[in-house]
């Protein structure tokens, strides 16, 4: 289940960001259905209905934010795949020349599309940050063979949906996935595509040299940088402006990647100029 909170520098907001769970959800479940033909994923239903009986009670909390998914073993590592220098990759480029012990060509500005999508893992941290590692350190970690595989579905999952939120006005300037097995195959799992776990450019402002407007958490982060907070619980309490502002943006994204919208999301910030109302998801 997901639920409208919200993290930024691993520490969870105390206000919620409405429509957040249900945009997470509903735009996994589109990558899933869009992607399916590149690994087969782990859902089994969002039809509440056939979820198992005891969950009926909790029925107005799951549905539209949930799923019934196979049970996986799933590899300890954020499969990575970046297309722009940005993010912790624009800080290591400037140090190194490389990301994640990919060697990048000389001259690159923050935010400018590499030559093309590199792979870029990293270990999954049960507290604090996740950490970049090569994919030598992921081969003596998991194995050749499965890295190999991993890092080919990544870039070409990748390369299937940059291309297609290409045509639909968003730019997808890096992302991750995570991959279990399940009955000896390799499966995508865990959510896929969305504002937290990718970023999410509009194509038509995208300038390279600098940083980037953006349809996901970036625009909260930012918020928090200009405040008094020294990152450590408990997070500050957002102004309802940035509260709607956060939730236009992932509601955006939903509605330009896939023509749809949640329903039930008339909600309007003082700072937007558009307005997303939506009958049906």
Known sequence: MVTDRISAFDVVLPNPIPYKGAVLTALSLFWFDF?????????????VDSYPAPLESYRDQLEGRSMLVVRA??????????GYLVGSGWKEYQQTGEVCGVKLPVGLRESDKLPEPIFTPATKAETGHDINIS????????????????????????SRASEFADSRGIIIADTK???GVN????ILVD??????SSRFWPK??????????SFDKQYLRDYLETVTWDKQPPGPNLPETVVARTSEKYLEAYRLLTGRTIKGSGIR???????LAAPES
């Not at 009955?183 to 390799?186: R, S, T």
């Open 73 to 82: 073993d799933v590899f300890p590592i954020e499969c990575v795949a970046r």
């Open 204 to 213: 038509e402002s995208y300038q390279p040299g600098r940083g980037q407007q």
């Open 177 to 179: 996935f995570e991959f």
């Open 191 to 196: 959510e896929a595509l969305t504002p937290d």
């Open 183 to 186: 009955d000896g195959k390799v």
């Open 35 to 47: 992607l399916k033909d590149v690994v087969p994923n782990h859902l089994i239903s969002t039809d």
């Open 135 to 158: 994919e030598r350190e992921m081969a003596d970690r998991i194995g050749e063979d499965v890295t190999r595989e991993l890092k080919e579905l990544t870039l070409m999952l990748y």
């Open 269 to 275: 910030s003082q700072e937007s100029g558009f307005r």
